[in-house]
């Protein structure tokens, strides 16, 4: 499996050779390919109907985690598989997509909030079947088996968050006005505080985003991020942000995964929003209801 080392911002190779000694480093995971798909069934008159879901598992996690949902959708190469709510899709389309992706997933209950950059996290339980959306919402946590955790970006980071030994999971929306105001620490603290998961025992993967090159913003917001104010708009790495909060907030180094895959400069597997994309990619997280160990 191939594995490389990501250096986060400050850090910067030792001498003029191209080895590196970063202080800390990310387990970088090609989160599975652009072509991996997914069959799910939906509802159409007189019947019903297949559709194809581009899905990309985190590979380490499906052999150490099976009885996790996790994964992220696809652009869907030449049949964009948008799922965008509020996009320019027409609403029928985008609706099968969803109840396509939760067939797919196994899902029985798919749970999504309407992101307004924040950092409220919401707990969900049994309910009725299908789509529920939460007003301003850009945190998710669940025990439950058969509730799928749902958050669309398209280059803000999709932070998952496992706790093994207590079988919970968290999903937050990581943009920078999010991050900024601690989601990250947030979700840790829900998952110790709420659902009485040990902060040692938990996972973490950062997944598909912008890349450190290709983000480039300006000074208020490394303000905000509280990191040296440039005099003009430069680059940030917001994996290797998130990274950093979540080893402060007690994340192991060896816990800690990102995605190889930039949502700009990765060859189109992903939709980006700076890339012009009105399009969305949704990552989803949730426990199986297979029951397996
Ligand atoms: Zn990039």
Redesign the pocket.
Known sequence: MERRQVIPPGMTPAGDSAEVRPAHAITEVPVGQPTDERAGQVRVPGGTSTVRVPFLEHPIWRQRFPWLVQGVTGAGGSRPFDLALSGEARPRDVLERWEALGRATGAIRVVHGQQVHGVVIRLHGEGPAGLHISPRTDGHATRVPGVLLTVSVADCVPVSLVAPERRAVVLLHGGWRGIAAGIAERGVEFLSARLDARVHELYAHLGPA??G??YQVGPEVHRSLRLPEPARPESIDLRAILAGRLRGAGIQEAHLTASTY?T???GGAFFSHRGGRTERQVTVLGISTRGCV
């Open positions: 912008i890349c090159s290709c930039c700009l400069c990765s």
